[in-house]
């Protein structure tokens, strides 16, 4: 299969399961605001971006080095050292987690303690066996797990927080629940058996501790720029207002699972093209292809969205509309520096995707105190972009030091302008100016149509590859 089939054959199957899971989770949108206050739900946001740092530091950045040296590896043997080293490493983190938490809990004696250890005990196992499943290159799988699992966590919520009413733990309950059946059926269908030989050779940990520890600093950094927002916001603003800030939050996760499939894809395809001779001209075009798809998503949001948000949305969050268009926008230089940043990896530097990170992180919070005395709760917003921004600035270097690879500045410049026309419309709350919005829009939409017609139909082929892929 070529490099463009495949590419396009994992960005489907997994963009199947991302998108699939955004769909269920916009639509209970409006039936957890209804049911939880703004205090519970900033509550229980809080609780899942710490599970994000928590499971950043759990693993080392192992489930990472098990799936780049699985997938790059074609003998068999030296994979399966990999994959058992691997998967030996993991099972002892988590019994240190384990034990730190544990004990923490009982010094402390922090709210939920116990539902919240296996929450995040369940979802790092499930953490690691999705990245197990596309090391393997079991695509397959890990779409069918994800979804599994997307409709597992709907279901049980709805019983445990709608029916039920019980609240966060509702949500604790909902998501264990699902979790442990999803990784259930991820220890079942993955081969793990076939590849385990469970030899400990101490070259392979030495390069893949090599590999893995500079991502954690790079993965922690990268949390402190994403998420210490809510944390600032709890104990400053407090919990109401994160929950403010966590439903326009939503919004920036439909960029970020939209255009997360392609990444996760991208992934796999950068570090398979890297030894090609014309990788440096793909990598170009995909970068080129990548920023106007990003775009046309981070635009359509802004346009479609003052149509439906009254409709849906409760008047208690209203306020999240305005911090809507700044956060998207931060998420299109997310999801850019994500395409820059495996091309990175591809070159084994994850040392210098940790020093962006790093300073990046430092920016965040630097422009986050500095703002929120003046700005209120618009500072979080704020500071993300800015510091999203550096994030793909610092990568784009870095990568340029690898691939000296042209940045398309004109095109960018004209992004940005037709963005900020279709804020002005967005801002402005009349129906008029929203049909105005659309027209640009769907004009931006032909345009770039127009300009990857080529591309587009090479697409159309991956297409046709993928469904013949299905029925096989």
């Known amino acids: 299969m070529s490099r463009n089939s495949e590419l396009v054959k994992n960005t489907f199957l997994i963009s199947l399961a991302q998108i699939s899971a955004q769909i269920v989770n916009f639509l209970l949108l409006p039936v957890y605001t209804a049911v939880l206050s703004t205090t519970e739900y900033g509550k229980a946001d809080l609780y899942v971006t710490l599970r994000t740092i928590l499971v950043c530091v759990l693993f080392l950045g192992v489930e990472q080095s098990i799936f780049r040296f699985c997938v790059s590896e074609r003998d068999v043997k030296k994979k399966q050292e990999y994959f058992s080293t691997g998967l030996v490493l993991a099972a002892g983190l988590m019994v240190i987690f384990s034990i730190i938490f544990v004990s923490g809990s009982i010094i402390w004696k922090f709210q939920y303690a116990r539902a919240l250890y296996v929450y995040y005990f369940s979802y790092g196992l499930f953490y690691l066996l999705i990245h197990i499943a596309r090391g393997m290159e079991k695509t397959g799988i890990y779409t069918v797990a994800t979804t599994l699992g997307t409709i597992l966590m709907a279901v049980f919520n709805i019983i445990f927080v709608v029916w039920l009413r019980l609240g966060i733990k509702g949500v604790l309950a909902g998501s264990i629940t699902a979790y442990t059946l999803v990784c259930a059926y991820l220890l079942i269908c993955l ?70 499939g392609f990444t996760m894809a991208w992934a796999e395809t950068a570090v398979k093209v890297v030894q090609q001779p014309d990788h440096k001209v793909y990598y170009q075009k995909i970068i080129c292809l990548s920023m106007d ?44 520096s994500a395409v820059t940043g495996y091309i990175l990896l591809a070159h084994k530097k994850s040392g210098k995707m940790g ?67 279709l804020c002005g419309c967005y801002y402005r709350e009349e129906v008029i100016y929203q049909f105005a919005g659309m027209v640009i829009y769907l004009i931006s939409v032909m345009a770039l149509i127009k300009l990857h017609c080529i591309e587009l139909k090479g697409l159309w082929g991956g297409i046709r590859r993928c469904k013949k892929f299905l029925k096989k």
């Open 293 to 336: 798809g990003y775009f046309l998503v981070v635009s359509g949001i802004v346009t479609v969205l003052p149509f439906i948000f009254n409709r849906f949305i409760n008047e208690a969050y209203k306020s999240a509309y305005y911090h809507i268009p700044i956060i998207v926008y931060a998420a299109f230089w997310y999801t850019l």
């Open 355 to 421: 020093i962006g990170t790093l300073l990046v992180a430092v920016i965040n919070l630097a422009v986050h105190f500095s703002l929120i005395g003046r700005i209120g709760l618009f500072a979080a917003s704020v500071s993300t972009l800015v510091s999203y921004i550096g994030l793909f600035i610092f990568r784009y270097i870095f990568m340029y030091q690898c691939e000296d690879i042209p940045f398309p500045w004109i095109r960018t410049v004209v992004q940005l302008c037709v963005y900020l026309i």
């Open 191 to 260: 081969p793990l058996r076939s590849m385990a030989v469970f030899r400990w050779k101490k070259d392979i940990v030495k390069e893949m501790l090599g590999y893995s520890l500079p991502l954690v600093l790079n993965n922690v950094m990268g949390w402190v720029a994403t998420s210490s927002d809510r944390l600032i916001i709890v104990f400053i603003l407090g919990s109401a207002m994160n929950g403010i800030y966590s439903l326009a939050n939503k919004f920036y996760t439909i960029l970020i699972v939209l255009t997360n």
